[in-house]
């Protein structure tokens, strides 16, 4: 089992497992179809204010990720976070995001919490 992050424009592979859209925003250019998710958590997402505000800069990522996971202490993020958690314990979850910025980005940092959650390796 393991826990991995992948770009909505990669092809999805066999060892995905559950594939869930952590964005809040559709990736541009992609048809619903084509992107062969199993859930969209668009809740889980930062907030417009956050995601503008850090715009993928590399030099905001360490206070990006401090206020993220302020915005993810809500009880009803929590609540998803947790069923994220039960998912990657059955099985392979991957987290899709469409950003351009592979290390520095929300679905990273889910994953990093997921993995804290369960106790298990994440796949960079």
């Given at each position: ?25 559709w990736p541009r250019g992609i048809k619903k179809q084509d ?29 990006f990720q401090r206020r993220y996971r302020e915005e993810l ?52």
């Amino acid at each position: 089992m393991a826990i991995r992050v992948r770009r909505a424009y990669e092809e999805p592979g066999p060892e995905d497992g559950h594939r869930i859209l952590v964005d809040r925003l559709w990736p541009r250019g992609i048809k619903k179809q084509d992107l062969r998710l199993d859930r969209w958590l668009k809740e889980l997402a930062p907030s417009n204010e956050l995601r503008r505000w850090f715009g993928h800069d590399p030099s905001r990522w360490e206070e990006f990720q401090r206020r993220y996971r302020e915005e993810l202490q809500a009880p009803e993020k929590q609540r998803l976070l947790d069923e994220l958690a039960d998912e990657a314990r059955h099985g392979n979850v991957t987290l899709i995001y469409s950003a351009r910025e592979g290390r520095h980005n929300n679905a990273v940092l889910l994953r990093d919490i997921i993995a804290e959650r369960t106790g298990q390796r994440h796949v960079a």
